[in-house]
């Protein structure tokens, strides 16, 4: 396939840094192997996390369909390979092959509403009804689980504080709905009294 010619591989190292805001767009990152996260800095430097970045993921969309500069940061949470795409050439591929383009369109699309869905939750819903619904969204079904990132982490895409946090999943333990096991192993115990949580207007 010719999106192979405009590809290359880069590896980034755990922390390590793969742009940042203000650096000039026009690449798209497809994460191979590991996990990143975007975020973003306030005037004052308190760190909002956006979401995290799984492998058959991409980044740096955006910076494709505008000459504006990169908005967020990226930044590697783990040993880190990426499939690096020079945009500019992936254009010209969208434009010959339409595929490439909806299934871009398709991947923005499904981002924005869960976007939309989270500004509405920090919005108008409870930190107990966010965190109930955040711990549904990583177990996959599961009833034991690793956090997929640092409670900070998962404080700032909550809208919260890690103080906030700690304290709720706390007293969701003390409840009898969760055992926590150590920094980020979390076992389900009551998923039905979590649903019932999510619910509450």
């Given at each position: ?110 981002r924005l509403e869960k976007a939309e869905n989270r500004i509405e ?81």
């Amino acid at each position: 396939m010719e999106i192979v010619e405009i590809a290359s591989s880069r590896s980034f190292e755990k922390g390590e840094t793969v742009y940042r805001a203000g650096d000039e767009g026009g690449t798209l990152f497809v994460l191979y192997t590991g996990r990143a996260k975007l975020f973003r800095l306030n005037a004052s430097g308190k760190e909002q996390v956006l979401r995290l970045v799984e492998p058959g993921e991409f980044i740096g969309e955006l910076s494709l369909f505008s000459s504006l500069p990169l908005t967020d940061n990226a930044q590697a949470l783990e040993a880190t390979t990426m499939c690096v795409l020079q945009g500019e050439r992936l254009k010209g591929l969208m434009a010959k092959y339409p595929s490439i383009a909806f299934k871009v369109m398709d991947e923005l699309s499904r981002r924005l509403e869960k976007a939309e869905n989270r500004i509405e939750d920090i919005s108008l819903s409870s930190v107990t009804k966010r965190i109930a619904g955040a711990l549904l969204e990583l177990s996959e079904g599961k009833q034991e689980f690793l956090l997929p990132m640092t409670k900070g982490d998962l404080a700032s895409q909550l809208g919260m504080t890690q103080e906030t946090l700690s304290r709720k999943l706390a007293a969701l333990q003390e409840e009898g709905l969760i055992i926590l096991k150590g920094h980020r192993k979390i076992i389900i115990k009551d998923k039905s009294e979590l649903e019932e949580i999510t619910l509450i207007e």
